[in-house]
């Protein structure tokens, strides 16, 4: 009877280990109908401009960031130009694509995502390109599986031959990726909060970010939980023995 009850608790218990949910942060979702946007909207900003794009704050201070939640997870995108303080100097932006097809990856994909403006007259600077960073900072630990990127003409072909980016996870050791050429999505396995992606390597070429797959980390308390019931699975276990 121990036995059973232990193993009911453990059954419990261990539930919440499961694999959590994988989250798609579509940020190439931006659509406009009869001049209203129909997309995947930030939860703060200034409203989306000329029918092109949504932005932190081009117009006055190039400053702010850009806040998105999805199946219960949020994230907060941040732009920075030329080595300067994240939010300050250089503004994180959704640009759209009225021919968006809701497609993540391959060559038919269309859409734009987030890009940094630093320069407040220049409407063609929304992309992330020499000398910009963007920095995407979750509430909470996640499991980041892929990240999706488009090219300029908001697409996967437009890379020049070995195009290359650079990411980080502290904003300081870099690393050097290949952008997805016909592709789209770059397969990019990490745990944390901090994501930072940026114009760089041998080949550097512009882009967008589109789109991030992740993931929730279980809570510590989780595996607590999980531990005493298979401490008490084996306590049954010696006493009924």
Request: glycine share 14%; with cysteine.
């Amino acid at each position: 009877m121990r036995i059973l009850s232990a193993l009911a608790l453990l059954a419990l218990t261990s539930a919440p280990v499961a694999a959590m949910p994988t989250v798609v942060f579509d940020f190439a979702n931006l659509k406009y109908s009869g001049g209203v946007n129909t997309g995947f909207l930030p939860t703060d900003g200034i409203a989306c401009s000329g029918g092109d794009l949504c932005s932190s704050n081009i117009a006055s201070s190039l400053s702010g960031d850009l806040t998105f939640t999805n199946g219960g997870l949020t994230v907060h995108a941040k732009g920075s130009y030329d080595g300067g303080a994240f939010g300050s100097g250089a503004a994180v932006v959704q640009d759209h694509d009225n021919g968006y097809n809701g497609k993540l990856s391959g060559k038919d994909a269309i859409g734009a995502g987030l890009g940094v403006y630093h320069l407040k007259t220049d409407t063609s600077d929304d992309n992330i390109t020499s000398k910009e960073k963007i920095w995407l900072h979750f509430d909470q630990p996640v499991d980041l599986s892929s990240v999706g990127f488009r090219a300029e003409g908001h697409n996967t072909t437009g890379w020049i031959s070995n195009a290359t980016f650079q990411y980080s996870f502290d904003n300081s050791t870099w690393t050097t990726g290949l952008l997805p050429k016909d592709v789209g999505q770059f397969a990019l396995s990490h745990t944390g909060q901090d994501f930072y992606f940026k114009f760089g390597g041998g080949h550097a070429d512009q882009f967008y970010i589109s789109s991030l797959t992740v993931s929730a980390v279980p809570e510590p308390e989780t595996y607590a939980m999980l531990l005493a019931g298979l401490g008490l699975l084996g306590f049954s276990v010696r006493r009924k023995k």
